[in-house]
């Protein structure tokens, strides 16, 4: 903060008339002193009459302040610098503001004329404020020396001191700044409300203040020269009382705390040194309380800054503080007071989501109630993501009342009905006799909703998740998920069905309870058109009605059906947070490939009185709860035989509805077996936002032109390269390089992956097309389309041996290429001679089993699952198997015989079973390629 000083005008020193005074500039941006007569409310009327003291600016009364100045120059002493006069400053005041700019004063010299003496050589200046001529401490000998001035503190005054400048003859002064020595120190006071709004009963009226252990002086050391700044020193040590009359108090004894943070009233302003220590101490006292209260402060204060402190009185007896800082501004501004919730955990500090997890009580909490949900549209079709709330309510809670006291108290209450700078303001009721107690004396679920306006339109709700602490358990395919659904109280049977969470319509954000649940606020409504649907805004302005009654051909809530509302954008690429999803900052809407292969992990505690299964994942032990669903009519299927949930996936095969899991008490159900209805209202888990499906990279040390695959899971492999990218040989010692692509390049850009063919072990076959589906393992996720990298994934849910194939296609249909994916246990290595080889043919889902040099077969089928593929010399795509262990007839149609396979019709879809062979003369190697299932000039080599 500076003071601009510019002094013009000057007179030559060989005049003999009496001096002029000259008229200099002086730009105040900051507060010297306190005026009393500016408006604050509410203020004392004995407060607002009282008289300016010393030093401090009063507009209203014309009062200037007293400067002391210290000249500089060559005049005393050959040991340039000296100060001028030896021992007494040159007097001058600040005058009065200038009407046509209210930041701009006169400085005048009052104790005696300045001239410059004739001299091309500019002298120099330093200033300071208050010029306290009777007061101890202002003498100070030349010496050549910097020299001290010692100037009081008395908590009305503010203290400045400038910096060293030049004049001359002609041109007057430069420009001088000043700074502060001290603080502005201003106080706010509120105490919460209880249940019926009234002021807290155990505090009373405010009956005194004080600051504890303020410096008493300020000693400012003058600049030895031009090079060096003002020293600033503080000494002593006292209490400052704020109740004493002649420092700047806006509080009578006996004055009432106002209620609420809204309501907040600047009772105490003082200007005074920053504390000795580095902590700020407030003594308070009040009629009710049975002592003293005594409030600290630690942050970094430093003269020049103001500070806003605002004090809120508990309901239970103790005090917190907010601390804002700003700089010094004009003494006509008041500082922009900007709470900081230092005292109310952010919630929303890391990320702003539709629900939060509570699970500490005696605790102040907040969030961003200017932003909905994450903030993110850009899945949703886009749209403001701003709000501006004008009412802040409950809008219901199902948390058991406490009882303190005899009284019955929420375990949530509000702070405000407004937000306080953009956050929602709450604290969470814990032991009024131990505000270190920080258990939950109530859990469950409370909804507070944004209106435009008190009692208008629903903006926005959030929901408030006090719960004990919410685990994460690791699951084997890579995903991070909560030990509970969300809303639950708890992760395992509690005799209250507190494992069952709340329910969702798919791609609301606002979650529902079951009408039967008596909760005020919560009860399921359903439109009086019982086909009618909303828009996502209808569907948010009234977040207690189920939308979506009665519409039975798309069996949804939306009039314009969103995939997206959950963050899915297809099979294969990992979900994006959405703005709608109702999940805690950090935590998603689960994938369906959470629950993906859920009938393989083992049953621990079976079922448990209906209430759930107790299953072990990866050795965490998971409960999923038998809580129903609530039917889009608003009727409720609450039974207790069967755990179903949402996940944010789409069916887009078949259903076009969301995959849900469902766990029933005869066991668990194929989860892509049931696409839910989107205006059912089913619960959710959520799982890590940071969590994916762990996904296999088969061609990881190398591509291939085989792949095999021992279990369940993600797989993918790099579809732009031909086998291993090797389209010639040098032969070891030669010279000449040998072309084997045959005119193909090495890499490829496909149009999509598509399944070519499948045969299982060689036995299961039987020329039914259900075989396909119970059979066929892979699944080719993002309809078989590479992604960016050039990898084609695919997912292995209903792991069965057996062999697939994959075609890479062309935009005409045409094949670029082929790959063998082999789905086997893993093969044992065999060691002969100097060689290692694999205990079975490529292909074959078993080995023989050896005993001694014998080799055994429990049955013909097994026998079947040892025969692997056969191959023509050269060519890396399989020709089917044997029809059968013995011979069996070689011909089919005049085509070779094999057993039992399925091709799929690349435009149609279609599959057909097949026991017969293609053949054709043979070809080049490109058309060997686009034909990789046609046995060339019907002669079949070694495997």
């Given at each position: ?33 306190y ?10 009327a ?6 300016s ?47 046509a ?13 300045q001239?410059?003496?004739t ?10 404020q208050p ?5 101890e ?30 004049g001359?003859q ?5 420009v ?10 201003r ?18 009226v ?12 300020c ?32 509080f009578d ?28 101490n ?108 004008g ?13 303190i ?11 405000l009905?407004?937000l ?5 303001l ?5 032991n ?12 469950g ?17 959030w929901h ?55 909760i ?10 019982p ?34 509302l ?11 947070k959405t ?7 950090g ?39 038998f809580?129903?669903?609530i ?32 766990y029933t ?5 194929s ?21 994916t ?30 086998g ?15 072309e ?10 496909p ?11 060689f036995?299961?076959?039987t ?8 059979f ?64 079975r ?42 029809p059968s262990?013995?011979a ?27 026991t ?5 003369d043979?070809?080049?190697?490109p058309?060997?390629?686009?034909n ?9 080599a070694?495997?």
């Amino acid at each position: 903060m500076a003071v601009l000083v510019v002094a013009v005008g000057c007179l030559n020193d060989t005049t003999t008339d009496a001096p002029l005074r000259n008229p200099m500039e002086v730009r105040l941006w900051a507060d010297v002193g306190y005026s009393p007569n500016l408006t604050y409310s509410p203020q004392s009327a004995t407060r607002g009459n009282a008289n300016s003291t010393s030093g401090i600016i009063d507009p209203a009364t014309d009062t200037v302040i007293t400067m002391g100045m210290a000249r500089i120059d060559e005049l005393h002493t050959l040991s340039y610098p000296d100060f001028l006069n030896c021992g007494e400053p040159i007097l001058a005041e600040m005058g009065l503001p200038n009407p046509a700019n209210s930041y701009i004063r006169d400085i005048t010299f009052t104790s005696s004329a300045q001239f410059f003496y004739t001299t091309t050589d500019y002298v120099k200046y330093v200033a300071w404020q208050p010029w306290l001529p009777s007061e101890e401490g202002y003498e100070y000998n030349s010496n050549g020396e910097a020299t001290t001035v010692k100037i009081p503190i008395t908590g009305d005054s503010d203290i400045m001191y400038g910096n060293v400048v030049t004049g001359s003859q002609t041109e007057g002064f430069d420009v001088m700044e000043f700074d502060h020595a001290l603080c502005v120190y201003r106080i706010y006071v509120y105490a919460m409300q209880e249940e019926d709004g009234l002021q807290s009963a155990s505090w009373g009226v405010l009956e005194d203040m004080n600051i504890e252990d303020l410096p008493t002086s300020c000693t400012l050391t003058l600049p030895k020269d031009g090079s060096e700044e003002f020293g600033v020193a503080y000494e002593g040590c006292e209490t400052l009382y704020l109740s004493d009359p002649n420092n700047n108090i806006f509080f009578d004894a006996g004055d009432k705390i106002p209620v609420g943070l809204a309501n907040r009233r600047m009772v105490a302003k003082c200007v005074a040194a920053p504390p000795a220590d580095g902590v700020l101490n407030i003594g308070l006292a009040t009629s009710k309380a049975e002592a003293r209260q005594r409030v600290s402060i630690a942050r970094n204060f430093k003269a020049g800054y103001a500070y806003d402190i605002v004090l809120r009185f508990s309901n239970h007896g103790f005090i917190n503080a907010d601390v804002s800082v700003g700089e010094w501004k004009r003494h006509d501004e008041i500082i922009e007071q900007e709470v900081e919730v230092d005292m109310f955990y952010n919630l929303s500090n890391y990320e702003t989501a539709n629900s939060y997890i509570i699970n500490s009580a005696n605790y102040g909490y907040c969030f961003d109630a200017t932003v909905k949900g994450n903030g993110d549209s850009s899945l949703v079709g886009g749209g403001d993501t701003t709000l501006t709330p004008g009412y802040i309510d409950i809008l219901w809670d199902d948390t058991p009342m406490i009882t303190i006291d005899g009284v019955q108290r929420k375990a949530l209450s509000l702070d405000l009905h407004e937000l306080s700078h953009g956050r929602v303001l709450f604290h969470v009721q814990g032991n009024p006799d131990d505000e270190s107690d920080k258990q939950l004396l109530s859990e469950g679920n409370v909804v507070i909703a944004a209106y435009d306006e008190e009692g208008g339109n629903i903006l926005w709700t959030w929901h408030i998740w006090l719960t004990d602490r919410v685990k994460v358990q690791g699951y084997p395919n890579g995903y991070i998920v909560q030990d509970r659904n969300l809303g639950a109280i708890s992760s395992e049977p509690d005799g209250e069905n507190g494992m069952d969470g709340l329910y969702y319509q798919w791609g609301r954000p606002t979650p529902f309870r079951p009408a039967s649940s008596g909760i005020y606020g919560a009860v399921s409504k359903v439109p009086s058109n019982p086909a009618q649907v909303a828009t996502v805004e209808e569907a948010v302005a009234n977040p207690t009605t189920l939308y979506g009654s009665g519409d039975t051909e798309r069996n949804d809530w939306l009039a314009t059906q969103n995939n997206a509302l959950w963050g899915y954008q297809n099979e294969y690429t990992d979900l994006e947070k959405t703005m709608y999803d109702p999940c805690p900052p950090g935590y998603i809407v689960a994938d369906i490939r959470v629950w993906q292969n859920i009938a393989s992990y083992e049953k621990t505690g079976g079922w448990h009185d209906g209430s759930g299964v107790n299953i072990s994942v990866a050795s965490n032990n998971v409960w999923y709860p038998f809580q129903g669903s609530i039917e889009s009519d608003g009727s409720e299927n609450i039974y207790r035989d069967v755990s179903r949930l949402w996940s944010s996936v789409i069916d887009l095969r078949t259903t076009n509805e969301p995959y849900e899991l469902q766990y029933t008490a005869s066991g668990v159900s194929s989860w892509n077996a049931y696409g839910s209805h989107r205006n059912r209202a089913l619960p959710v888990r959520c799982v890590s936002a940071h969590s994916t499906a762990i996904v296999t990279n088969l061609s990881a040390s190398q591509t291939a032109n085989c792949y095999m695959v021992h279990r369940a899971g993600y797989y993918k492999f790099k579809a732009t390269v031909r086998g291993n990218g090797v389209g010639s040989l040098l032969p070891l010692g030669g010279t000449t390089t040998a072309e084997i692509n045959g005119g193909l390049s090495t890499t490829m850009t496909p149009a999509k992956v598509d399944l070519l063919w499948w045969q299982g072990d060689f036995t299961e076959v039987t020329g039914n097309r259900s075989d396909v589906d119970n059979f066929v393992p892979l699944q080719l996720l993002n309809n078989g389309e590479l992604d960016e990298d050039g990898y084609v994934t695919f997912y292995v849910g209903n792991y069965h041996e057996g062999n697939v194939g994959l075609a890479a296609y062309d935009v005409d249909g045409e094949i670029m290429w082929s790959w063998h994916i082999w789905f086997t246990d893993k093969p044992a290595d065999l060691i002969t001679g100097n060689y290692t080889l694999m205990d079975r043919f490529l292909g074959a889902t078993s080995a023989p089993n050896t005993n001694g040099s014998s080799i055994s077969f429990a049955s013909d089928k097994e026998r079947m699952t040892t025969y692997g593929f056969y191959y023509q010399w050269g060519r890396k795509d399989p020709i089917m198997g044997a029809p059968s262990y013995s011979a069996g007839s070689e011909t089919v149609n005049g085509k070779p015989n094999s057993s039992q396979y399925w091709v799929k019709d690349y435009m149609t879809g279609e599959w057909s079973s097949r026991t017969d062979i293609d053949t054709a003369d043979a070809a080049t190697i490109p058309v060997v390629v686009q034909n990789p299932m046609t046995l060339l000039q019907e002669y079949i080599a070694l495997r």
